[in-house]
């Protein structure tokens, strides 16, 4: 099989040993004879798969027993219900930094008083506003670390007083970070841990006393922390899959994983800035490592370069339709030799 | 490998083709030389998997444009919610036969009053309710076609002049019926469609008219439908899969279907009938076809039972713990023979 280099930025690449594992089950799950997807998740095998794709996450980012771990569905967007359903009682900041964290100020807004203490939205989202200040007096402070279509990552995480919530979709187990500080983190799977279709929520487990609301069943969290994330049936392809990930994450360590991902973003910067026909989309010190955009400086040769990249096998550069341009997206799993084949493309790039 | 006869209530038996090709898919989905989970959704390769899952519920149940076809998350308890947050404006009446009705009765009631017309709780739900009247001033009509614990299926589609709306999760595409109907279906994938993680909703489009509350996006029908299913990354394998799922659903007919399904119900009930060591729990004329239930009349002998059934390869035949003795689910992809298997325990046993 033909070698694709997958830049795709979600659903995108996954480590090839979590696919093969996940093939293997569903050919026979742990020597049920049976195929993964048609076993009760009541079953004790599944039911061990669930114990584990729970106890890893708070492992590997090195959280003790005072956090809980569940899956949901519906990915971050119903996260961004299910928060301020929750715990905005009477007021929460945001920091709007991109079109997902633009969605979760919409959504929270159904639900109470909503303050966006600072947006890039001027200049298209291709900066992380830095001077403000988070309020003392409102329930939660809300920000995404990594804005999948502009490209753009917090390099820290923000300094306040409140309940600190963070929608890790894009860069969740990209690198070490003190997530201790976080009383909330959520991420859909489909870029750095998973397959589509499951999404995992992190959160302290003292944070839900503060719940006052009456919410239904579904979209309250302690119907999930409380039936340990299987209340009803899980979505169990995508946990079982989204455990081989964090298997092969726990067994590579975020300090690798980190090296591995810096690797790759110096490898690829370095060119977008060296390289005459290229320039990047974003503030330079707030550049994704995740995903890396950038255009060319004659927008003309853009769908000559397209052609060169599909001809060296690599997928999913294209850039979002709001940004134009390229994305390439550089998930944990894809490899150094991928973005070396796309520098390669782009040194020997003439019009 | 050894056969297993898989009478699991769900996730439950696929047909054998449809893991077969989602497996082929999750090595090289489509010639993309990726994995089915690797590929961005808005790639035209899934945009056309999305189109056909969405089309053939439809065609299989011969409903026209009328009607909708979407995928959604959650599973059917999701819908508990979503179904009153979108349609219950002042009032609703909900039909009760059993635990999953109840569920929906007890969320429907965070959105306005509900009216429970008839309840088969007083015996335990081993019943369908028969005497009753739907109030012509309600807005809608919900009930559950087939109660996957307790073992009793509705035999026909009730008459009433308000909107009809059926949780068909553990009956949908088993037989012909009228499916014009229906104003909304929907049904958790995991039992006769697909694997978990993918709940289809089909509605009447007309129905969207009469949302009049302000909804959150992602429980908003509106914000699935007119995205085609593709407003947030979809389940991408949970959909791939049962789109498999669907294509042996037409490719064998729903009367064909029905026909498999009647023989399979006539052989284990005619045993149970017939052998003086069982009895059936539910009320014989309301019979489900695709979940029987049924004790032993000494039910010192279950253990015996359970490790005969072990010996013959059977799998998840253990009644639910609300019911005890046993429960043989037999969804469309389970084979006559694996019933016969059964049949065969049953008869050659002896205390």
Redesign the interface.
């Given at each position: 099989?033909?070698?694709?280099h997958?830049f795709?930025?979600?659903?995108?690449?996954?480590p090839q040993q979590a696919?093969d594992n996940?093939?293997s089950a569903?050919?026979?799950f742990m020597g049920?004879?049976?195929?993964l997807?048609?076993?009760?998740?009541r079953d004790k095998e599944f039911e061990s798969v669930m114990a584990d794709a729970r106890r890893l996450p708070l492992e590997i980012l090195g959280l003790g027993d005072d956090y809980d771990c569940i899956y949901?569905?519906?990915?971050?967007?119903?996260q961004?219900?299910m928060v301020p359903?929750n715990f905005l009682n009477t007021k929460a900041a945001y920091l709007k930094t991109g079109v997902w964290a633009a969605?979760a100020v919409?959504?929270a807004k159904?639900f109470g008083e909503t303050l966006v203490v600072a947006s890039s939205e001027d200049k298209n989202y291709t900066y992380i506003p830095k001077d403000y200040q988070v309020p003392t007096d409102v329930d939660y402070f809300h920000y995404t670390s990594n804005n999948t279509i502009y490209g753009t990552q917090m390099k820290s995480i923000p300094e306040c007083s409140v309940p600190l919530f963070c929608d890790m979709s894009s860069d969740i187990f990209s690198k070490r970070i003190d997530a201790s500080k976080f009383d909330l983190i959520y991420a859909?799977a489909?870029k750095n841990m998973g397959?589509?279709?499951?999404t995992l929520v992190i959160l302290k487990k003292e944070l839900l006393d503060k719940i006052s609301r009456?919410i239904?069943?579904?979209?309250d969290y302690r119907t999930h922390t409380s039936k340990e994330s299987m209340?009803?049936?899980?979505?169990?392809?995508?946990v079982y899959?989204s455990l081989q990930v964090l298997k092969w994450i726990q067994e590579t360590g975020l300090d690798t994983m980190e090296a591995n991902n810096n690797a790759k973003q110096q490898l690829l910067y370095s060119e977008i800035d060296r390289n005459e026909f290229f320039r990047g989309t974003t503030a330079v010190e707030d550049r994704s490592w995740m995903n890396v955009t950038f255009v060319m400086n004659d927008e003309s040769h853009t769908d000559t370069f397209l052609k060169l990249c599909k001809q060296a096998?690599i997928?999913?550069i294209k850039g979002h339709r709001s940004v134009g341009g390229f994305r390439a997206s550089m998930y944990n799993a894809l490899p150094l030799e991928s973005v070396q084949v796309l520098v390669d493309v782009m040194k020997n790039f003439k019009p």
């Open positions: 099989m033909t070698k694709v997958n795709s930025a979600g659903p995108g690449i996954l696919i996940s093939i569903l050919q026979n049920t004879n049976l195929s997807i048609e076993v009760s998740h949901l569905q519906g990915g971050a967007s119903l961004f219900c359903y969605n919409k959504e159904f859909g489909q397959p589509a279709g499951a009456k239904p069943s579904m979209l209340y009803n049936t899980p979505p169990v392809f995508a899959c096998n997928n999913g």
